[in-house]
């Protein structure tokens, strides 16, 4: 199956708009002011490429749909894949915040006694002990044929 030249392109511009707002940001020519406001409109700009490419993909999904393909699977089925994914990504998203408070907080009780490194690590490691749940959650929930 071809591409037509609007799904090569397509991807192209979205990414251009999401990175256009951060080029001042990365090159440190832009004040805490300007950065805030690059940064809101970063994340209006990656909340509405997301939201293209739902309606984009919704519309290939249609007009795809509207031919016989082959194409199988129900709503349960296409659900358990969401909540599969929200599982990881939520899972991988509160490890990184578990990671950000215990990382600094171990490096400052070994900085200050050195025998504190085991026991510092251990709450690291709880912490990314979160993701690779939702990892394991998420590989049962698409293999188990919801």
């Known amino acids: 199956m071809l591409l037509s030249p609007i799904e090569m392109l397509l991807p192209l511009v979205m990414l251009v708009l999401i990175f256009t707002p951060l080029i001042k940001v990365i090159k440190g020519k832009t004040s805490v002011r300007g950065a805030k406001v690059r940064l809101t ?5 990656f909340f509405g490429v997301c939201l293209g490419i739902v309606l984009f993909s919704a519309y290939k999904v249609h007009a795809a749909t509207t031919g016989t393909d082959g194409m199988e699977g129900s709503i349960a089925q ?3 894949f969401l909540a599969a994914a929200l599982a990881t990504g939520l899972s991988a998203l509160g490890a990184g915040i578990a990671v950000a408070f215990a990382a600094p907080a171990a490096i400052g009780a070994f900085s200050e006694n050195k025998e504190n490194f085991g026991k510092a690590m251990i709450f690291v490691a709880m ?5 690779i749940y939702g990892l ?4 049962i929930m698409i293999f188990m044929k919801l």
């Not at 409109?41 to 700009?45: A, L, P």
């Open 41 to 45: 409109s970063h994340i209006c700009m």
């Open 136 to 139: 394991l959650i998420s590989i």
């Open 78 to 80: 296409g659900l358990g």
């Open 127 to 131: 912490g990314e002990g979160v993701a």
